[in-house]
């Protein structure tokens, strides 16, 4: 195991570890939005028109106005968390975020 939890993986690239027990708490709500059309394109959307945007204000009326956390155990949350995991592993597979893992401390 390497810095950082990575692990090499031969020639493959890297394997990277990571907890995500806490992941439903800490989600930020705004991610929600980021993951289904992009970080610009949901900032850009002022009148939540975006459905990214539309949920997203949706667990905020849910939470209070809180924009951290989502609901845990519904459906809903199961397809939310997908959503943006999902997003997550496209960017790390497609190595848009692996040049930043240097630069972060992992746990």
């Known amino acids: 195991m390497g ?3 990575r692990k090499r993986h031969g020639s493959r690239g890297l394997i990277i570890r990571a907890d995500i027990t806490n992941f439903y708490n800490s989600v930020y709500t705004h991610s929600i939005g980021w993951a289904i059309h992009g970080r610009e ?3 850009k959307d002022n ?3 975006l459905t990214g945007n539309k949920i997203d204000r949706l667990i905020q009326y849910a ?3 809180r924009t951290n956390g989502i609901p845990v155990g519904s ?3 199961d397809l939310i968390a997908e ?3 999902s997003s ?3 960017k790390v597979s497609n190595k848009k ?3 930043n893992l240097d630069k972060e401390k992992w746990h």
């Open 3 to 5: 810095r950082n939890g």
């Open 47 to 49: 009148e939540c028109l």
């Open 83 to 85: 959503i943006i995991l």
């Open 63 to 65: 939470n209070d106005g």
């Open 41 to 43: 394109e949901a900032f």
């Open 97 to 99: 975020i692996i040049a």
């Open 75 to 77: 459906a809903l949350s």
């Open 88 to 90: 997550i592993d496209r």
